[in-house]
């Protein structure tokens, strides 16, 4: 039978500190790091024992993710290279383990190696040294099921089918005398049908005729697992595989998901996190994924760019969230050593995810690279053979285009050109045949817009705020207007720590809807009003609510991201119904509300009267589902200590919100104070004990080092003392 188990723990990292994976090889501070402190080899050590029970068995130690350039060595013989920092690799360890002690090395270099994809030239991001994502100990019979791809080439059938080709590792050369079953099962893992084959060393497998079964879809992303048992003279081997039945297609005339017109509304996404790197753990991969789906209410991520997180691909596919899966790059092309490694990415990446029904669409070109006709050419040959069942995609920033890919995906930043040259009208999107350069129309996918156009911290002054978040509903806008744009997706999610050349002068890119806390700024909420209101109303006006924030004063003309119906908005004696601009946004699903003097007869924005209580109020055919009061006079009043969840498992990090907030329960946005955090109980802390507040907020990730209760302790000097419980579980 397969084994697998944790092989996390026990690591001595620079022959000093015992440390567990994920890990990263330096401490990182929030903004102002030395992006040079990790560029340099560092070197991990584990010695463990030979089990007896692995006598006649296959063992290998198998990586998910090291940054980067990994040199592996068994008892001091080099046995392994990978220099890619983004996919996995193993080391066959049968046969070399010696009856004592063994002690494998693991020596990565954070360097940026030109000769391996991303680097080269100018990054806009950071590759944090480390082995940063998990490492497994697989135990397998001699003769084992290796990697299988599952496709369901008629999902939208009545009568479905499954086909299933399935590779068998048989390292030691070994008879291929037995049987390979093959189950399948639904959601609950009650058996819907099963089929077998003889063993060989590609197994093709097919069920035919299945009825009464789901598609994978947004709101219902339905999941069948593949059960194979594969028995032979050497053993039995069994591994579970989860697929879904769902159909996507990029057409001239948009996107289609399972047959239905889908406009695509994303954001992009780096793996980064504060204090951590890339070193948090898969529950805050997860969490990510739940963020972006259930608060920011998107319908897909591109995954810039690189291939992400394993986990966080398992949870796209179980919450329903789209992914646009690319390989490592950023603009430069290296010499022809480099671009084999590219095209070796390509592979890795389709190999290891092939099988998940998120993932809609393969990135086979170098982000916003310049064109390179035999090199993309390899990309899409590769990818086409390994995966004829997605479409290729390459993200480019110039016009007139090469287009080799299925999909012509674009960075479109031409909503900041009117700024730079003068020369352009504000616009939100350029038309499809300006940036092919075309006469014909293609599948085509807006992939990046905004981001350092306008860079916006979350305590920037009101107004800039303001057009940070009209620029994101004027593009948003400008693609649900274009039935041939199949959608946008937006420059970013999340700030994210880069080199001294792109940032601010912190070295923060500050181009998220979302700080690097995972914490909206309010242009997160152009994204989430646009969900509908069954999943949650939004209300959200873009203001701090001061009467001298803005110039000359003021708080109109006041955006009011919703998707309510209307907004009533009472201030200074007036009340008011107002309902969304669809004159100024006729293409969104919800525009938003545009309270102006209009509406209040020059109340809210005369300087030398009084400030007061605005309150607002959505409603929803015809009934109040939200309400929002704002204070004329805020001060600190509570501290709010907010956890993702109150449960965790042992080694899994939750993440901890500390926020600001006035009278209303508002987040105070010029707070800067510092906290103080402590810990009792198994669970160690992510970060600085004494953090400050950034525009009234500050986060913390708490891992836990054992089962039990932990209680963390917040105090602020203004605020006082708050305390919350969560409780760390075993997992099997």
Known sequence: MRFK??????????????????????DLPFNYLDETSYQRPFTYEKRFKKSADWDGKEVAVHFEGAMANAKVSLNGEELLTHPDGYTPFELRLTDRLTDGENVLTVVIDGSENPEIPP????????????????VWLRITSPVAIGPTKIETPDAL???????????LDNPQGLPLDGTLKAELL???????????????????????QLTGLELWDLHQPTLYTLRLTLTTGAGEDVTETRFGFRTAEFTTEGFF????????????????????????????????????????????????????????????????????????????????????????NVRRMIRRDWNHPSIILWGVRINESPDDHDFYVATNKAARELDTTRQTGGVRCHTDSEFLEDVYTMNDFIMGEFEVNGNRTRMGL??????????????YLVTEFNGHMYPTKIFDQEQRQAEHVTRHLEVLDAAYGDPQVSGCIGWCAFDYNTHKDFGSGDRICYHGVMDMFREPKFAAHVYASQGDPDGGAVLEPVTFWSRGERNIGGVLPLIILTNCDEIEVEFGGYKTRIKPDRERFPHLPHPPVIADKQHFGGAGGTWGMSWLTGKLTGYVDGKAVMHREFVPDPLPTTLEV????????????????????????????????????????????????????????TGAWIKATGPGQITLTVTQAALGTQTITLTAEDVP
């Open 186 to 208: 639904d959601a609950t893992g009650a058996p819907v049908a099963e089929t077998q084959a003889d063993a060989a060393a590609t197994v093709n497998l097919n069920f035919e």
């Open 119 to 134: 680097f080269g030239g100018q990054i806009d991001y950071l590759t944090y040294a480390g082995i940063y994502r998990d």
């Open 157 to 167: 059938a009545d009568a479905k089918t499954v086909t299933a080709r399935v590779e």
């Open 257 to 344: 998901l399972n047959g239905r017109h889908l406009k695509i509304r994303g954001l992009n996404r780096h793996q980064s996190f504060p204090y951590a790197g890339y070193a948090l753990g898969n529950a805050a991969q997860r969490a990510d994924a739940d963020i972006l789906k259930n608060d920011l209410r998107l319908n897909l991520v591109r995954t810039s760019h690189y291939p992400q997180s394993v986990a966080f691909l398992d949870r796209c596919d179980e919450i329903g969230l789209l992914v646009f899966e690319e390989i490592p790059g950023w603009q430069h092309i290296g010499g022809e050593g480099w671009k084999a490694e590219s095209v070796e």
């Open 430 to 443: 350029r038309s499809i045949a300006e940036t092919t350069g075309l006469d014909q129309p293609v599948p």
């Open 5 to 26: 188990t944790d092989f996390n723990d026990g690591w001595i990292f620079e022959g000093k500190e015992e440390v567990r994976l994920p890990h990263t090889a330096v």
């Open 642 to 697: 907010e956890a993702d969840a109150d449960t965790l498992a042992v080694h899994d990090e939750v993440r901890v919100m500390i926020r600001a907030l006035d009278q209303a329960g508002n987040k105070l946005p010029f707070f800067f104070d510092p906290v103080e955090i402590s810990l009792d109980g198994p669970a160690r802390l992510v970060g600085p004990a004494t953090p400050p507040m950034r525009g009234g907020s």
